[in-house]
T-cell receptor, first 114, second 115 residues
Framework: DADVTQTPRNRITKTGKRIMLECSQT?????MYWYRQDPGLGLRLIYY?????DINKGEISDGYSVSRQAQAKFSLSLESAIPNQTALYFC?????WGQGDTQYFGPGTRLTVL | AQSVTQPDIHITVSEGASLELRCNYS??????LFWYVQSPGQGLQLLLK??????LVQGIKGFEAEFKRSQSSFNLRKPSVHWSDAAEYFC?????????????FGKGTTLSVSS
């Protein structure tokens, strides 16, 4: 089984709809991240969490919210989806700086907002 | 501010030829540097990383990278490219001195392999 899983893998939704993307990990890592990838722009950080009680905004958090339900679960919500949120979304985990903080990525969720 | 530049958006290499993908970073302290690969329709896989010590780092799939502090570079190399290496490659820097900062990625280089 994959260490970092994301559901759904693909989603098509309409403008104005609320949508949640879920991430689960079995690596036992404290840190979790959400990124979005757009062609030609690389990956940009949306939100990150260093433990269950810690949530921080990243570079592009507007229009998104997150919930850290447990050490192993980190969800990303789009309260009212808009077309420019069409992108590939990645969840990642890391153990912390003591281990060099290597990040491990999930397979991604492709979101299309019509 | 920290940043990562990958000057080449797209590179085409013949199968069996050598490869070098360029990465330049801007960072005030000793950086933590990474190369990731993304195959079509897949997530990101870590190729290699540099934290300290030997500036020539070996990774998976026959890749290596060399950290050159004087040039602020961390170029990725492979002596002989295989068709399966066609993918998008991302260089990233970890900003250690900013509590709470995650990886900063370059915009990626797409590698095509010709036969």
């Amino acid at each position: 089984d994959a260490d970092v899983t994301q559901t759904p893998r693909n989603r098509i939704t309409k403008t104005g709809k609320r949508i949640m993307l879920e991430c689960s990990q079995t690596k036992g890592h404290d840190r979790m991240y959400w990124y979005r990838q757009d062609p030609g722009l690389g990956l940009r950080l949306i939100y990150y969490s260093f433990d269950v009680k810690d949530i921080n905004k990243g570079e592009i958090s507007d229009g998104y919210s997150v919930s850290r339900q447990a050490q192993a679960k980190f969800s990303l919500s789009l309260e009212s989806a808009i077309p420019n949120q069409t992108a590939l979304y990645f969840c990642a985990t890391s153990v912390g700086w003591g281990q060099g903080d290597t990040q491990y990525f999930g397979p991604g969720t492709r979101l299309t907002v019509l | 501010a920290q940043s990562v530049t990958q000057p080449d958006i797209h590179i085409t290499v013949s199968e069996g030829a050598s490869l070098e993908l360029r990465c330049n970073y801007s960072y005030g302290a000793t950086p933590y540097l990474f190369w990731y690969v993304q195959s079509p329709g897949q997530g990101l896989q870590l190729l290699l990383k540099y934290f300290s010590g030997d500036t020539l780092v070996q990774g998976i799939k026959g890749f290596e990278a060399e950290f050159k502090r004087s040039q602020s570079s961390f170029n990725l190399r492979k002596p002989s490219v295989h068709w399966s290496d066609a993918a998008e490659y991302f260089c990233a820097v970890g900003a250690f001195d900013q509590a709470g900062t995650a990886l900063i990625f370059g915009k990626g280089t797409t590698l095509s392999v010709s036969s």
